[in-house]
């Protein structure tokens, strides 16, 4: 199986500056990508892909005094699947879990924003930074698991045992990830030391296909220092 991926960009960006205080950046890149996938052996199938895709970006820095600023990014990207995923060879070293690629994924698109704040204490010699940040993706690289027993079309030339499940990459929209943390610091005098206390916090929602029903995985963490 050989695959290759070629891109190009073209685009432009406005950059505004006031001084040392204020910073604001935007920018947009045309993408036209192509990906070219070779199935060379036991079979000879080619497939080519064409995307055109719009990537934004944007920045905001205030800088609110030598100790204190703010920073506020937005990204977009595109990702493609590997070749492994892109393969249509089925893996059977697990008899009763097998997976197989799929040469129909297409690219995955991401939003990302993201927002940081710090500010500092000379005097007292104190720290603060806090950041949150959000991702959201279109066309998500998930996993679609198919248990025995089903009509899915992927079956057509493989059967399953019983007690055997199939799992095969997929696209599925509406994958979120937050993400935030904070970080507190400061002296203790009589110690001659520093106390950094931090939280931290993350959601994700993940996507997949059971027996072609949609599923949400939904994951929690969370912890302090």
């Not at 000879?44 to 100790?67: A, D, E, G």
Request: hydrophobic fraction near 30%.
């Amino acid at each position: 199986f050989d695959n290759s991926y070629t891109a190009q960009q073209i685009g432009g960006g406005y950059n505004f500056r006031h001084g040392r205080d204020f910073i604001f950046l935007a920018r947009a890149n045309f993408q036209r990508a192509e990906m070219n996938s070779k199935d060379l052996f036991p079979g000879n199938n080619q497939t080519v892909r064409t995307y055109n895709n719009v990537l934004p970006f944007l920045m905001i820095r205030r800088r609110f005094s030598r100790q204190e600023n703010l920073r506020v990014s937005y990204r977009s990207s595109t990702q493609i699947p590997s070749v492994e995923q892109l393969q249509n060879l089925l893996d059977n070293s697990n008899p009763l879990q097998l997976s197989i690629g799929n040469p129909a994924l297409d690219q995955s698109y991401s939003h990302r924003l993201n927002t940081g704040y710090s500010k500092t204490n000379p005097d007292k010699a104190t720290i603060l930074y806090a950041m949150i940040s959000a991702t959201y993706t279109d066309n998500f690289i998930s996993n679609a698991t198919y248990l025995e027993n089903t009509d899915a079309a992927v079956f057509n030339q493989i059967t399953l045992q019983s007690g055997t499940q199939l799992s095969q990459p997929v696209n599925v929209d509406n994958y979120w990830n937050l993400r935030t943390y904070f970080t507190y610091g400061m002296p203790l005098g009589k110690l001659k030391t520093n106390l950094n206390l931090d939280a931290n916090a993350n959601y994700t929602r993940t996507p997949s296909l059971i027996n072609d029903a949609l599923n949400y995985s939904k994951n929690i963490t969370a912890g302090v220092g």
